[in-house]
């Protein structure tokens, strides 16, 4: 951060012994309460997300409203999350991801007891996705400006890289839950199990402390103050370029999950099981890739990094969309995953690092938006590989990421040298 966290940080003044090094940042109690809050939160989103995937499917059997469902989910994260930055830029963060929680919560509440009733249609599923869509947005965009204030500067890397390692665990255990509770108690009750987890996440983030407060300018509109951001974002380069980097990545590298059904099914020939393999392996990559970005801490170089994960992420694209073979898909998608988290942890991370604490809301809301084009570019994404098959889609993908990240490695020394 270009300004300093909290005076009110818990630290015992001492350094950590080296095998608690990767947890550097959990030693501040605030950013524990946070950090363990998040993980009710994103184990719910995963099994929710499960749920209603699979109850669309069973209820329609219609491939094209399960992804409307999945679109209505992305969607308000393209509308909102600016508003919601600003707001965070003047109000306490605190009150507004605990908002996000109770709203979460009573949507699932609300679901469940639809399906439990029997009166459930499909587009009460389509109207939730939308709805929870919202309060996520609230929670993801609100998020990424608050834990930045609950640790301190040299920290900053490690908090990013322990926050984005449970969504990825998350993302392994959570949907494989949720299908074994799918099973054994049924898809109503899961809803109530979900929303469960939310009001405890409430209850966690309660005890967080209040956030820091940049009031707006008296008389001036939201919409003014989200203004200001895109004028403050175009004025500094680095934010341009990392801002850059994240929508790159989303148009070319997202979609790659999406279409992976269709690589599986059409080309290694593995079914259900071996995809649902590959997910797990990916995330393993995943994991992998925040637990060494958690070990290097205040690490010196992380536009190098940056870019590095980028290229090991296209890479892994390119190459996995040419494998035939079983085995070495399996060890390539372990590429993929190490390279998507570790690219957007370090990203996030620079971001945070390099916008002043009174602009971060809005700055963070930019990226956020990167996170709702993922729906979007799935779409046309979907129509290039009916077109020309997924293979080649996803591999002129990976193709097109890889050539940017070497393209900044080059020709970007701002990026490149960014500490």
Known sequence: ?????????????????????????????????F????????????????????????????????????????VPMLVISPIVGTLADRIDKRTLLLIGQVGAGLCAIVIAFVIFSGLIQWWHLIAYALVQGSFMAVIFTTRGAYFPELVKPHQLLNAGALTNGEMHVTQIVGPATAGLLIAAIGVDKVYFLVSGMYFVAFLILLRLPKS???????????????????????RDVVLVLLLVMAFVAVIFGMPFQTLLPIITEDILKVGPQGLGLLLSMAGIGAVAAVALIAI??????KGMLLLAFAIVWGVGILAFNLSTSWKLSLGLIILVGLGQAGRMTV???????????????????????????????????????????????????GGALLCYALVALVFQPSLRRLP
Request: aromatic share 10%; proline share 5%.
């Open 347 to 397: 990203n996030m991370t620079l971001l945070q690092a390099n916008v002043e604490r009174h602009m971060l809301g809005r700055v963070m809301s930019l990226w956020s938006i990167s996170f709702g084009l993922q729906t979007v570019t799935a779409l046309p994404m979907g129509a290039i590989a009916g077109w020309i098959g997924a293979p080649v889609t996803m591999a002129i993908a």
């Open 296 to 301: 290097l801490g205040d690490y010196r170089h």
């Open 212 to 234: 820091g407060i940049t009031p707006g300018a008296r008389g001036r509109s939201i919409f003014k103050e989200m203004g200001d951001a895109l004028r403050y974002v175009k």
């Open 35 to 74: 950090w363990i809050g998040m993980w009710m939160t994103w184990f719910g989103l995963s099994m929710q997300t499960v749920a209603r995937g699979w109850y669309m499917y069973k209820l329609t059997g219609s491939p094209l409203l399960l992804g409307a469902a999945a679109a209505a989910s992305g």
């Open 1 to 33: 951060m270009k300004e300093t966290g909290q005076a009110s940080l818990e630290l015992n003044g001492t350094a950590p012994p080296a095998f608690l090094k990767p947890f550097d940042s959990l030693r501040v109690r605030a950013f524990r309460i």
